[in-house]
Nanobody, 124 residues
């Protein structure tokens, strides 16, 4: 079992930056692939970024590539999402997710564990 708690969301102006954190409790955090998804009002939850257990592979949605960076610190059981050059269309609730496998990293159904989410609002 893994419990995930996101933090770091808030209100920021367009062009600004935020760093989201996801703290994990439970066993063997370093064995899990981790990802960030987001869900805007009246839209489906969508993939944002993923990182494998060994921090050797990352993937990003085209909409955030070059602006967002996912990273992890296994010693702190934490995964981060650095978000730069934010746009109003980035406004959403951001969720952290974990699974032991990295295949199908961009699929909602792939992940066994989810956090409760943190709100990010980007004003124009």
């Amino acid at each position: 079992q893994v419990q995930l708690v996101e933090s770091g969301g808030g209100l920021v102006q367009a062009g600004g930056s935020l760093r989201l954190s996801c703290a994990a409790s439970g066993r063997s955090f370093s064995r899990y692939a981790l990802a960030w998804f987001r869900q805007a009002p009246e839209k489906e939850r969508e993939f944002v970024a993923a990182i494998n257990w060994s921090d050797t592979r990352t993937h990003y949605a085209d909409s955030v590539k070059g602006r967002f960076t996912i990273s992890r610190r296994n010693a702190k059981n934490t995964v981060y999402l650095q978000m730069d050059s934010l746009k109003p269309e980035d406004t959403a609730v951001y969720y952290c997710a974990a699974d032991v496998r990295y295949s199908d990293y961009d699929s909602l159904d792939h992940y066994d564990y989810w956090g409760q989410g943190t709100q990010v609002t980007v004003s124009s």
